[in-house]
């Protein structure tokens, strides 16, 4: 009891010292606004407090801001939104660098940032970032996470001034969630990039060593009877495209419509009505030989905008939604006298919403729903001219369902319940998780993992599975472990609206790390880290592998080099139970070991290189694999860049899975694989409001296979078998887009879209690179034009541009 009173009394010191440590600003109410201009001579600027003496936050920690480059920050409130007016001094303006970028984008630029947590919960901040450009970006901002797809609609203005630059900033708080009460008091900070020096500054302290960033907000005083605005706001779009392919031509018109609506203080209503996403970018396409699916990302702007709260556990991919039908018609099913018509590969979506916010309280509340219209693929009778139609997915109900309590402003426990109901008698899914994300008092050590299940309904048949997982470490300081078991039973399945590859696991891990958070003589910053691993089945409890390695990151003082990578091997056997796609059945494979090299020079030049390598043998084996990436990228001016990057890849005497015959027998194959990707981007900007921009992307993959296959024996070796057949493959993508974008108004846009693409996939992986580009444009290529804009109202001041007419 002697010692828990003593631990107890430093546990209190400690944080009285560290809440005494915070800074405090009263923000100063106005009766007249400023001009949002860049220049800071209004009156309301006068009597304003100031926030300064900033700390360096990187790459260094607590140092003093130089003489030369001070910044002072003043605040100013009235009944319509808060201001902040930030003079950041320097004495070589000239030097600054002004990178011109578009909205979200940070270039190479000094930047003022101002974070803003309206409930002081030490966990969830809202993010606005001026740049000296005028370029703006925004974010929402948790322990776990930054979302820069969300966008709120403000004011700023940026001037050059003699001695430094000044941001002038205007948010409304219609862009803000915060309490009723009378007198509000805000967890705030500042940040200052000073990007010529690769430095950063912040108003108030931040241990890098220990706790999130977020913990370390200073204290926002004098907010008085301020009232959350009616938060309510329309997008609607209109959009056309013509497109034409193979000698057919198709032009499109849309008409939708985005709203979000503040349903009270704490929780926004997001819903799209007819949805568009006829604009949304190529995924980075290729070849798939192994026994998993591959997972994109998520570029439907509705989708990725305020999902925080739906991304805990890993449990919701919206890539489900609108994705390939659940029963997509296979053509070996048709009969001798059918051709098959019609074949949607896509699932249309009708409408979503969600429903996101968080208490003061600390409770977040996350509800999302979605619907998709019935799909059919349609077949035609040659003898009689008959049509018959097949449902491959019937309308379709998704749902996202979160709870999240946050506590001790370090901690959650969460429920997460997914679900998928189709109509009929088709799959139905459900989902169910609890997760626990818990720090002690000093944020040295943490406890995380959770528990689930999922149910599935398939034509009649259930099957239930679960999950669970759970990571125990030291998470302060230079020294850093922990350690983690991960399992999920045989028949867990997440996949009707979340991503998982595999089940039937029961694996094991661990790892140690060092890192510096001050600079030596050499280094701005480096860490290492020692991990390994060690996997069974869950069902049986069987051993199927493990593995160990190092990781390292680099960047050194002077020259701003980052280089790092890895090695890494296993040792003895592997037993891998998912390349034979049959339960139970197995393939032994030999040690590997395997190398990854990387360097990037300073962004700050001009001319700046990427470059990747990675090399893995397998012992005993006359089997490699080798990839390589070389990216130079190229700055022109401050309006004008690029960047390029080929890749290749080679892959020697690989022995893989090629076929199961009819007999149950699997049938393994030798072959050589290699890949080429070619890509380059471009961006000119007209400015911070208007850019063009250009993508292109080639990626060919040939599969070639020796005369020899084996057959997998039960035992998980190989033997020669005499099976014959062409499996070699000769795989092309080419994607080109060139998108011109103009916010015309705040939150308003026009974007113009020229994209073209092309698609090939045959057995002619002998040919050389210029045959096949020649044999590629032998395939008929898609044209696609298409314009859309979108515009954004908000009602107070719609509500105030009709009284006034």
Request: hydrophobic fraction near 35%.
């Amino acid at each position: 009891m002697k010692y828990i009173l003593i631990i107890f009394c430093l546990l209190s010191i400690s944080s009285s010292y560290s809440q005494s440590g915070k800074k405090s600003i009263n923000a100063l109410r106005i009766t007249k606004a400023p001009i949002i201009d860049g220049v800071l001579d209004d009156d309301a600027w006068f009597n304003a407090e100031i926030a300064q003496d900033f700390i360096m936050f990187r790459p260094g920690t607590g140092g003093k801001e130089p003489e030369n480059k001070k910044t002072k920050v003043k605040i100013i409130y009235d009944d319509e939104a808060i201001y902040f007016g930030a003079f950041l001094y320097d004495d070589n303006v000239k030097d600054i660098p002004m990178e011109s970028a578009t909205r979200d984008n940070f270039s190479q630029v000094d930047w003022f940032g101002i974070m803003i947590n309206t409930y002081n919960d030490n966990q969830n901040d809202t993010e606005f970032f001026v740049q000296a450009t005028g370029n703006q970006a925004d974010a929402k901002s948790t322990i776990d996470s930054e979302d820069f797809s969300w966008n709120g609609v403000w004011t700023s203005a940026v001037k050059i001034a003699d001695n430094g630059w000044v941001a002038e900033i205007k948010i409304p708080y219609s862009a803000l969630r915060f309490s009723g009460e009378k007198v509000q008091t805000w967890g705030l900070n500042f940040h200052r990039r000073i990007q010529s020096e690769k430095e950063q500054y912040t108003w108030n302290f931040i241990d890098k060593t220990n706790g999130a960033i977020q913990q370390y907000a200073g204290i926002l005083t004098g907010l008085e009877d301020i009232k959350p605005p009616v938060r309510l706001s329309f997008n609607p779009y209109a959009s056309s495209s013509y497109t034409t392919f193979d000698g057919t031509n198709e032009f499109n018109t849309n008409y939708g419509v985005d709203v979000k609506y503040g349903i009270n203080e704490s929780f926004t209503l997001d819903a799209t009505l007819i949805p568009d996403f006829g604009q949304t970018a190529f995924d980075d396409v290729t070849l798939n030989l192994g026994p998993f699916e591959q997972q994109y990302s998520e570029k439907r702007s509705f989708f990725t905008e305020g999902t925080e709260l739906f991304s805990k556990g890993d449990f919701f991919y919206s890539r489900r939604i609108g994705n390939t039908p659940t029963a997509y018609y296979d053509e070996s099913n048709l009969a001798e006298n059918e051709e098959l018509i019609e074949n949607p590969s896509s699932v249309n979506m009708l409408n979503a919403i969600k429903i996101s916010g968080r208490t003061k309280s600390g409770l977040g509340i996350g509800v999302f729903n979605a619907i998709t219209e019935k799909t059919e693929a349609k077949i035609k009778n040659l003898d009689t001219d008959e049509f018959r139609k097949v449902t491959t997915e019937p309308f379709t109900n998704y749902s996202v369902v979160v709870l999240d309590q946050q506590f001790n402003k370090n901690s959650s426990v969460s429920f997460v319940n997914t679900n998928v109901l189709r109509n009929g008698s088709f799959r139905d899914a459900n989902v169910s998780a609890v997760l626990f994300n818990l720090s002690n008092k000093t944020n040295k050590y943490n406890i995380n993992g959770g528990a689930g299940m999922s149910s599935i309904n398939e034509f009649g048949e259930k099957s239930t599975g679960f999950i669970s997982s759970i990571e125990i470490g030291k998470t302060s300081g230079k020294w850093q472990y922990n350690i983690e078991h991960n399992l999920q039973d045989t028949k867990f399945d997440k996949n009707d609206l979340g991503f998982q590859r595999r089940n039937n696991f029961s694996n094991f891990e661990g790892q140690v790390s060092y890192r510096i958070f001050e600079p030596t003589k050499n280094f701005d910053d480096y860490r290492i880290t020692f991990w390994s691993e060690l996997d069974y089945l869950y069902k049986p409890n069987t051993y199927t592998g493990n593995g160990l390695g190092i990781n390292y990151f680099f960047q050194t003082k002077k020259t701003k080099i980052a280089f790092g990578g890895n090695f890494q091997s296993s040792i003895g056997k592997q037993y891998d139970y998912y390349e034979p796609r049959v339960d139970g059945r197995y393939f032994i494979q030999n040690t590997r070991i395997a190398s990854n090299q990387w360097i990037s020079t300073d962004y700050r030049k001009k001319f700046a290189l990427d470059f990747n390598i990675f090399y893995a043998n397998r012992v005993h084996e006359n089997s490699s694999y080798i990839y390589s990436e070389f990216s130079p990228r190229f700055r022109v001016n401050d309006k004008l860049s690029f960047i390029y990057s080929l890749s290749y890849s080679k892959d020697n005497n690989d022995k893989g899975f090629v076929n199961e015959l009819e007999d149950g027998s699997i049938i393994f194959g030798n072959r050589d694989a290699k890949s080429v990707t070619n890509a380059i981007s471009g961006k000119y900007n007209f400015s911070t409001k208007a850019a063009l921009s250009l993508t292109f992307r080639q990626y060919w993959s040939p599969v070639e296979y020796d005369d020899q296959y084996f057959l997998l024996n039960n035992n998980g070796t190989l033997t020669e078998n005499d099976y014959i057949n062409n499996h070699d493959i000769n795989f092309n993508t080419w994607n080109f887009d060139l998108n011109f974008s103009w916010e015309f108004a705040p939150g308003s846009q026009l974007i113009a879209l020229y994209r073209n693409s092309l698609f090939n996939e045959d057995e002619f992986s002998d040919l050389n690179f210029k045959d096949n580009l020649n044999n590629l444009f032998k395939e008929p290529m898609l044209h696609n034009f298409s314009v859309r804009m979108v515009y954004y109202i908000d009602y107070n001041n719609a509500k105030k541009w009709f009284r006034k007419s």
